[in-house]
């Protein structure tokens, strides 16, 4: 079992209104992935399952899986642990459709993927979050602690992710025009957006990110890396085409960090070890997907 750690008592500074600013963001951004979406995608989903429900697999009990053997192995302290079961628990993030496409994956597998994810994330981040921390024991009794209720969870994925993906698709096909044209402004101005608020999160806590960032950051590293293993085998098991597997590859090591910074300020206080893990790895899995998407770009 994990010993006590500092990282578990220290809670970041983020007011109200920045919250409802990152809450608007990211809706922002849920919206603008959204306007690339057809109902055709959907049914690309029925004439190709296989890549699709492995790609479901891979992110949505691989990958939480895989954290929860790292974790019994490296035993982080619980705030970090508990921060890594929500990173698992999220769905991918919203530029894994432009580094599968840089990548040359498979664009419409990658756009569907996103689509479902981030629809089923509704009921599959709460209960994944919950279920996986649930097995391991610091995490277990922290949750006890705070007293999570996992049906306020619900309603808040719903809201935030939910309700602008639905009025995106709607966008997408009684405005196409409009859709194209948003699409293209929304789509840099959101990870603008999400980096604007990590830096916002950073400037607010410089102190605490310099005297912690040290230790996190390899946890970062070697969750990021197992995200990305996790996606890569199960394609590869799943004797899927290369493009395909690029696709699941991406899929399950890009995450929504930006709902776990969410979550985290919402639900729990701003608990350090959990946000600063959950912030450190929206910026890392953009550089480590930037680096294994060029790789496949060159080697193609």
């Not at 608007?24 to 029925?46: E, H, P, Q, S, T």
């Not at 830096?199 to 960032?213: E, K, P, T």
């Not at 639900?267 to 997907?289: C, D, K, P, R």
């Amino acid at each position: 079992m994990s010993t006590p750690n500092p990282l578990d008592s220290v809670r970041l500074n983020f007011s109200q209104s920045d919250l409802l600013l990152l809450n608007l963001a990211l809706a922002l951004i849920m919206y603008g992935v959204a306007l690339d979406l057809k109902w055709a995608d959907f049914r690309y989903l029925i004439k190709n399952p296989k890549g699709f429900i492995l790609g479901v697999f891979s992110q949505f009990l691989v990958l939480p899986f895989f954290t929860w053997v790292l974790i019994s192995i490296v035993q982080p302290p619980p705030s970090v642990a508990l921060g890594m079961f929500l990173v698992a628990a999220c769905p991918g993030g919203n530029v894994s459709n432009f580094l599968t496409s840089l990548a040359k994956g498979n664009t419409a597998l990658s756009v569907s993927l996103t689509a479902f994810s981030s629809v089923l994330s509704i009921f599959s981040t709460p209960l994944n979050f919950a279920i996986w921390a649930g097995f391991y024991t610091p995490t277990s009794l922290l949750l006890r602690e705070i007293s999570l209720d996992i049906t306020d969870v619900f309603f808040t994925v719903g809201i935030i992710l939910g309700v602008p993906l639905i009025l995106g698709i709607v966008t997408s096909q009684k405005f196409p025009g409009f859709a194209r044209k948003a699409s293209k402004i929304l789509k840099p101005l959101s990870i603008l957006i999400f980096a604007a608020f990590v830096g916002l999160a950073f400037a607010g806590n410089f102190d605490i990110f310099i005297q912690y960032i040290g230790m996190i950051f390899f946890w970062v590293l070697v969750h990021n890396f197992i995200a990305l293993s996790a996606g890569f085998l199960t394609g590869k098991m799943g004797r899927l085409p290369m493009p395909d597997i690029k696709t699941l590859t991406i899929e399950t090591g890009i995450q929504n960090s930006g709902l776990g910074l969410v979550l985290i300020f919402t639900y729990f206080e701003g608990l350090g070890g959990m946000a600063i893990i959950t912030a450190l790895w929206g910026i890392w899995h953009l550089v480590s997907g930037m680096i294994i998407a060029s790789f496949w770009k060159l080697r193609a």
